[in-house]
């Protein structure tokens, strides 16, 4: 009896999308460092994007939806927030650790492990990352998407995840 083994990637595991233009959007767990021009007591290092997608600031009064955005498009609310205290603030978001998208690799490949990514890849470049399919590796890739924790879904499905096998 010959063994075939598998490849199962589960991907989406918490789950930041992507727009049609492929810029990341941000997600629950992505840390950001928000900086603002020639105001440092504002700017703050560090910011947790919490569970729900939304992140606090000061003098901000209640939570600021980061969730979903992508940089430009946070600094962009961040500095329309603070309007009311100071005009034209320059306000630049970057993502210090990206924490939303990860994707695990398991079964027959020679590293099993999971993987943070920060931007759209490839089924090979996932591949290569797990160093490549093990010697006992069968013919048939399996993955699950799951969507259990995207705040960013725009389609009302029931199942939280999606199977597809591919030979």
Known sequence: MK????????IGVSGAVYAQDDRYRIGPGD???VRIYNRPQLSRDGVRVE???MIRMPLIEGDIKAACLTEGELAKEISTRYAK???NLQVDVFI???QSQQVAVIGAVNDQSRFRLQRRIRL?????FAKGPS????QTINIVHSSTSSPCKQTDESDSSVFTSYK
Request: aromatic share 10%; proline share 0%.
């Open 31 to 33: 840390v950001l460092d």
């Open 124 to 128: 090979l470049e996932l591949l290569t």
């Open 3 to 10: 063994l075939i083994a598998g490849l199962i990637l589960l």
């Open 96 to 98: 210090k650790d990206y």
């Open 51 to 53: 569970g729900s997608g």
């Open 85 to 87: 205290f100071y005009k």
């Open 135 to 138: 010697t006992r590796a069968g």
